[in-house]
Nanobody, 123 residues
Framework: EVQLVESGGGLVQPGGSLRLSCVTS????????MSWLRQAPGKGLEWVST????????YYADSVKGRFTISRDNAKNTTYLQMNDLKTEDTAAYHC????????????????WGQGTQVTVSS
């Protein structure tokens, strides 16, 4: 059974930082690109970032580029999202996700994602 479990969310002031983690099981983690998605209240899922199998290639939405950093630890089957200089518009539930087959294609459907961790940015 594929499982993705996010943690690390919370309430933070604008300009603050958080580090999200996603622990996975049930699939060959080291063979899958890993992505982070977010969903703000009343809005649809938004792609945030993706990291390649090796970790060498990383991709970011323009809205988070320069502020967020995605990483992975294949020995721990875990991916991370370091979020700095947080803004109120970053408030959302954050989910890690994978696409079937392990590769990543922008705009393609995601086949598995976790329950999410809530990030609230507010003063």
């Amino acid at each position: 059974e594929v499982q993705l479990v996010e943690s690390g969310g919370g309430l933070v002031q604008p300009g603050g930082s958080l580090r999200l983690s996603c622990v996975t099981s049930g699939f060959a983690f080291s063979s899958y690109s890993m992505s982070w998605l977010r969903q703000a209240p009343g809005k649809g899922l938004e792609w945030v970032s993706t990291i390649s199998v090796s970790g060498y290639h990383t991709y970011y939405a323009d809205s988070v580029k320069g502020r967020f950093t995605i990483s992975r630890d294949n020995a721990k089957n875990t991916t991370y999202l370091q979020m700095n200089d947080l803004k109120t518009e970053d408030t959302a539930a954050y989910h890690c996700a994978i696409q079937k087959g392990g590769t990543w294609s922008y705009g393609a459907d995601y086949d598995y994602w976790g329950q999410g961790t809530q990030v609230t940015v507010s003063s």
